[in-house]
């Protein structure tokens, strides 16, 4: 008996979405080191999996819903992140003694408070125009109007913000 078989969806999703992050990571590795037939493979091999990771998520997901219900529930997500499963991952890993993997998940947490922080302020304001944000390549903090000097969550420089 397989079990649920959304459970079983959702591993797939996860493994297929992991598979073409690692791929694009070492197709870079590959064009750096000059060897672009390696890069070109794994670029081809990730755009296959990225194409299977989305289909598959939109059978997860199944009908989209309303924006609204969609932002109560990233809400939601984000305050969980923040309570138990950051704080549960850490404790795990500060037991292992291994404090690089600490420090490295306390800055992605402090991105995360960000992206809460922001996602209450956008609730309050609700902004009509788009306005520019600019998000952190090391850890995903975001930015709006425009990139700071240094991250706020992991100390990154102001070059390694991309606008979005």
């Not at 870079?28 to 794994?42: F, I, N, V």
Request: contains cysteine.
């Amino acid at each position: 008996m397989i079990g649920n078989p959304n459970d079983s969806m959702v591993r797939i999703f996860l493994n297929e979405s992991l598979s073409a992050a690692r791929n694009r990571t070492h197709a870079q590795r590959a064009s750096a080191e000059g060897d672009t037939g390696m890069a070109a493979w794994l670029n081809a091999m990730a755009a296959a999996e990225e194409v299977r990771a989305e289909r598959i998520l939109m059978k997860i997901r199944g009908k989209v819903q309303k924006v609204d219900d969609h932002y109560s529930e990233l809400v939601k997500a984000k305050q969980e992140e923040l309570e138990s499963d950051y704080p549960d991952i850490k404790a795990e890993y500060e037991e292992q003694e291994d404090q690089t993997t600490v420090k490295l998940l306390t800055k992605y947490e402090k991105a995360v408070e960000n992206h809460l922080d922001l996602l209450k302020k956008f609730q309050e304001e609700k902004p009509n125009e788009a306005k520019s944000y600019y998000v952190c390549q090391v850890c995903g903090y975001i930015a709006p109007d425009e990139a700071p000097e240094r991250c706020p969550a992991c100390n990154a420089v102001r070059d390694r913000f991309n606008q979005v």
